[in-house]
């Protein structure tokens, strides 16, 4: 069996600090906001280079406490992808405001910068670019919009932790960058988990704010907040984890790029990087027309496959009273009718990158 993402051997690889943190955690017994969340929030901030990493509960939670703390609300129009995952528009929903879709770039499936410039009404209030798949988008482009039109810029980086534009990483370049520590994401917790990193003073502390109960003080609340705290267990692993999240993305690249090399001359469209983009491979999507039969070519032997995503965003019944069209988006429908994800993760062997590429091979050849 082929998974599409193997947690268990990255544990046994890392098995004595983790569970020596973990154990050091139930020794102490100090289960929130404690020091393993500070020391986090400080080793990220440094390893990202911002100056504030506020951790949260989840991914969800950090774009919805990013765009709360930025003021977004209702009446606010916020400008997104389609071909993403629901929580980015979720997030949206939840303060509030309405999602503009705009139609991908076919090649990278981020935001088409060239055509968000059109969907700009005097309510946007932001641009909520996704970094999809562990690629970059034209973030320089779109940071330039916003300052073009006096928008804020919110990144969903709940795919690209340690992907960069450049020499800077994602999540930088906006008011706030958003992550989640779910287990299967690039750094990953063992239950869910998220951040924001921001460099400007007043939103972390607002960010910290809305994430226990809209308190400053112990007993004094402000404003109604959230409980969307991490805890000190996740936190103790993830600080386990963050020291090899540089070697990690290196393995999902080899093997991302293994794939791509033995795929070359297949009818599929392989992953394309963008010059400036350091590609995290969070996930290794085809485009390609026979979807159905070689998912099923790979299934009979064994081998994990996934759509991301089956359905864009403005076609889901949740999402289409909170949301607008700007302009057609057929790149967003014909990707998500086309796409296939294949098993990528650092501990994948060549060998059975190559066994999977077979399989493709027999079916598209
Ligand atoms: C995973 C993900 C989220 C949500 O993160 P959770 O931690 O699962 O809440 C948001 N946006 C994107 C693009 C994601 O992939």
Redesign the pocket.
């Known amino acids: 069996m082929i998974p599409m993402v193997d947690l268990h051997t990255q544990y046994q690889s890392l098995k004595a600090g983790i569970d020596a943190g973990i154990q050091s955690v139930l020794d102490n017994t100090h289960f929130i906001l404690g020091e393993n969340v500070r020391a986090l929030e400080a080793e990220i901030a440094d390893y990202l280079g911002a100056a504030h990493a506020v951790s949260c509960a ?4 950090a ?1 919805h406490l990013a765009l709360l703390a930025a003021g977004i609300g209702p009446g606010d129009e916020v400008i997104t992808t389609p071909f ?2 629901i ?2 528009a979720e997030a949206i929903a939840y303060v509030g405001a309405t999602a503009v879709f705009v139609d991908i770039d076919p090649a990278t499936f981020n935001l088409d910068v060239n055509l968000a410039e059109a969907a700009i009404t005097d309510k946007t209030r932001a641009i909520l670019p ?1 970094h ?1 798949f562990g690629q970059a988008c034209d973030i320089p482009a779109l940071s330039a919009l916003c300052e073009k039109h006096g928008l804020l810029l919110i990144e ?1 980086c ?2 690209s932790f340690g992907g960069k534009h450049g020499d800077r990483f994602t999540g930088t370049f906006g008011a706030a960058g958003c992550y ?3 287990p299967s ?1 690039n750094l990953g917790a063992f239950g ?3 951040l924001v990193t921001t460099n400007d003073d007043a939103l972390a502390d607002r960010l910290r704010m809305y994430r226990n109960h809209g308190s400053r003080k112990q007993y004094v609340h402000e404003e109604i907040g959230y409980n969307s705290r991490l805890d000190e267990l996740q936190a103790v692993i993830l600080r386990q984890k963050l020291p090899h999240i540089d070697e990690f993305n290196a393995g999902r690249r080899r093997v991302a790029h293994r794939y791509s090399r033995n795929l070359a001359d297949l009818p599929v469209q392989t992953p394309a990087e963008s010059a400036d983009a350091y590609h995290v491979y969070h996930q290794y999507t085809l485009l390609l027309d026979d979807r159905a039969a070689v998912q099923e070519a790979l299934r009979e032997q064994d081998i994990a496959s996934a759509v991301y995503y089956p359905i864009p965003l403005h076609k889901q019944e949740a999402i289409i009273k909170h949301s607008k069209v700007a302009q057609a988006l057929p790149v967003a429908e014909q990707t998500a009718a086309r796409c296939l994800s294949l098993p990528v993760y650092p501990e994948l062997s060549d060998d059975n990158v190559d066994r999977i590429t077979e399989v493709i091979r027999r079916v598209l050849a």
């Open positions: 989840s991914g969800t939670d774009l993403t995952f929580a980015t996704v999809l969903d709940a795919q989640s520590f779910f994401k869910d988990g998220g």
